[in-house]
């Protein structure tokens, strides 16, 4: 049996795989294609869904919902921040921070902050080693000066950084609004001017080249996403289809039906093609908790 088919992405005939057009990681079980190879769809997940899907605003949503990623754990948004000095803190699952180990030497002073006395020594050894002290030099200095002599617990205030680079963001979504509209209309859509031009700055962002980008993607307004304040909270993600006042066809994709997860992506100058005049076709796509 001859399993090879279009991949979409490259545009080459090959063996096809399972592609979620939401990524999997967002819950997503029962929206797929399979007509993405298996090169293509490691390309995407690298370099286009995971930006989506490991932004901290988007660990949140999923560390709340139980939602595992590729390496079969559920997120830790936390788990690295800055404290106020600009040194990392690491927050492990139950939320207890612990600063990287480091040793400061000001003049003759030496600061080192470890999670333990031994520790703290054993720095402080190495770096008296690399400056010549024999190992009796060092026990007796330790032994005359009383090192350590100051012990202290330290819960820094951890700053994170939630700052969100939108061509990412709507790169992950305009891969999602090009499967998707293959999804409903195969060929037709897929010979279409405008999936053509997206199609190549999907496989040139899957080989790791973002140079290329689209202009037509953007987030929802904020006249849509107020109406989707009472259905937040819903475990679904939502897209649906519609033509607009200049005849384009457009795909509006809502994630955890959440504002801040939102799109509206143009995937063709001509809606009539699609047969789609003044009605709205929506989908609702649950989220499979793992």
């Given at each position: 049996m001859n399993d090879e088919s279009l991949c979409i992405i490259c545009g080459i005939v090959k063996k096809g795989t399972e592609e979620?057009?939401?990524?999997k990681s967002l819950g997503n079980e029962s929206l797929k294609i399979y007509c993405v190879c298996k090169e293509c769809n490691s390309g995407l997940g690298a370099n286009v869904d995971s930006y989506l899907v490991n932004h901290?605003?988007?660990q949140i949503i999923r560390q709340f919902l139980g939602l595992k990623g590729q390496s079969g754990e559920v997120p830790n948004p936390f788990k690295k921040g800055r404290d106020e000095e600009g040194n990392v803190v690491h927050v492990n699952d139950d939320f207890v921070p612990r600063s990287l180990?480091?040793?400061e030497q000001v003049g003759t002073k030496v600061k080192i902050t470890a999670p333990s006395r031994e520790l703290a020594l054993t720095m402080l050894?190495?770096?008296l080693i690399r400056q010549g002290f024999s190992d009796v030099q060092i026990d007796q200095y330790i032994e005359r000066e009383n090192i350590i002599r100051e012990?202290?617990?330290?819960?820094?205030?951890i700053r994170y950084d939630m700052t969100v680079d939108l061509n990412k963001y709507y790169l992950a979504a305009l891969k999602i609004a090009y499967e998707y509209g293959y999804h409903k209309f195969g060929e037709l859509f897929y010979n279409d001017e405008i999936a053509q031009q997206i199609r190549m700055i999907l496989f040139n962002a899957s080989k790791g080249n973002f140079d290329y980008t689209y202009g037509k993607v953007r987030l929802l307004s904020s006249f849509i996403t107020h109406s989707m304040e009472k259905e937040q909270g819903i475990n679904c993600h939502m897209l649906s289809?519609?033509?607009d006042n200049a005849n384009q066809l457009i795909v509006n994709i809502i994630l955890f039906m959440t504002p801040g997860l939102s799109f509206s992506v143009c995937i063709s100058n001509n809606a009539l093609k699609y047969?789609?005049?003044n009605e709205i076709i929506t989908e609702i796509i649950p989220i499979k908790i793992n």
């Amino acid at each position: 049996m001859n399993d090879e088919s279009l991949c979409i992405i490259c545009g080459i005939v090959k063996k096809g795989t399972e592609e979620h057009i939401i990524p999997k990681s967002l819950g997503n079980e029962s929206l797929k294609i399979y007509c993405v190879c298996k090169e293509c769809n490691s390309g995407l997940g690298a370099n286009v869904d995971s930006y989506l899907v490991n932004h901290m605003f988007t660990q949140i949503i999923r560390q709340f919902l139980g939602l595992k990623g590729q390496s079969g754990e559920v997120p830790n948004p936390f788990k690295k921040g800055r404290d106020e000095e600009g040194n990392v803190v690491h927050v492990n699952d139950d939320f207890v921070p612990r600063s990287l180990p480091r040793l400061e030497q000001v003049g003759t002073k030496v600061k080192i902050t470890a999670p333990s006395r031994e520790l703290a020594l054993t720095m402080l050894r190495k770096k008296l080693i690399r400056q010549g002290f024999s190992d009796v030099q060092i026990d007796q200095y330790i032994e005359r000066e009383n090192i350590i002599r100051e012990e202290s617990v330290h819960y820094p205030k951890i700053r994170y950084d939630m700052t969100v680079d939108l061509n990412k963001y709507y790169l992950a979504a305009l891969k999602i609004a090009y499967e998707y509209g293959y999804h409903k209309f195969g060929e037709l859509f897929y010979n279409d001017e405008i999936a053509q031009q997206i199609r190549m700055i999907l496989f040139n962002a899957s080989k790791g080249n973002f140079d290329y980008t689209y202009g037509k993607v953007r987030l929802l307004s904020s006249f849509i996403t107020h109406s989707m304040e009472k259905e937040q909270g819903i475990n679904c993600h939502m897209l649906s289809l519609h033509k607009d006042n200049a005849n384009q066809l457009i795909v509006n994709i809502i994630l955890f039906m959440t504002p801040g997860l939102s799109f509206s992506v143009c995937i063709s100058n001509n809606a009539l093609k699609y047969r789609i005049e003044n009605e709205i076709i929506t989908e609702i796509i649950p989220i499979k908790i793992n």
